[in-house]
């Protein structure tokens, strides 16, 4: 049989149609998620201040998705997957707080630490009901930083003058176009040891220990998992997966479920720029908890 020009359109477009019924009925018989669900939202990076400088992952995305998790009745249990050096100080101290809000709500948070989750990122993960790390994982860095410069020489040699005018002594403090005096220096002191102090008593409250015994190794210091551990930083030395059969466990998941990721794909440029912002200056002065 042969068929005219018209008839075998009607028949095209006919197949066509029902190759995109199927394809779009395939699509959503995919998405059905069957039993409970458990979230993993993957913390990576530099953390920085919501709505903040656009080069460094914002805490502001992290935050809308552990609410996002927190609200939906479906997740049982939120995985945390931390790589990430820390950063800015308020916000990894609101990350910590999300989680520790959502744990008291009684749905339980697993911190699963990967190459690196220090300072800050140590500080989201301190949060959660059960901390796993890797046994070279680089965690801990409790401790605050933060860095001038002081550019008087080399505004000297361009012929530069910064003219201040400024309505108080301390108004312009940590200006790189002069030396810091002495009276600056110990304001500053006493301001990165009032989050210093903050960060330990949140760490010994959620994790129950000592403030003595955190004090010894909240000095900066860094450390691999296993030395985590030995300090109860961390439960116990474990992968992803581990994290996941823990879920499983402290929501009392026995049946189906299914792992619902939260996660951004920035571009390579977004993660260079990342890197760059990392360790370039910031416009003026911030506290970090963060490991450089």
Known sequence: MVLDGKKFFKIFLVLLAAAVIIRIGVGRLNRIQFGDGIALIQIDGVIGEGGGSALIRSSGSYLEQLQTAAADPKIKAIILRINSPGGAAAASQELYQTVLRIRQQGKPVIASLGD??????????????????????????????????????????????????????????????????????????????????????????ARNLPREQLEAVADGRIMTGRQALEAGLVDAIGTLEDAEQKALELANITGPYYIQTYQEQPSLLGRLLSIIDSLVPQAGLSLRYQWI
Do not use: C
């Open 116 to 205: 690196t989750a220090a300072s800050g990122g140590y500080y989201a993960a301190a949060a959660a009901d059960y901390i796993y790390a890797n046994g070279s994982t680089i965690t801990g860095s409790i401790g605050v930083i933060m860095q001038t410069t002081n550019l008087t020489e080399l505004y000297h040699k361009l012929g530069i003058d910064v003219d201040v005018i400024k309505s108080g002594e301390f108004k312009d403090i940590g200006s790189s176009s002069r030396p810091m005096r002495d009276d600056e220096r110990e304001l500053l002191t006493d301001l990165i040891m009032d989050a210093w102090d903050q960060f330990v008593e949140d760490v010994a409250t």
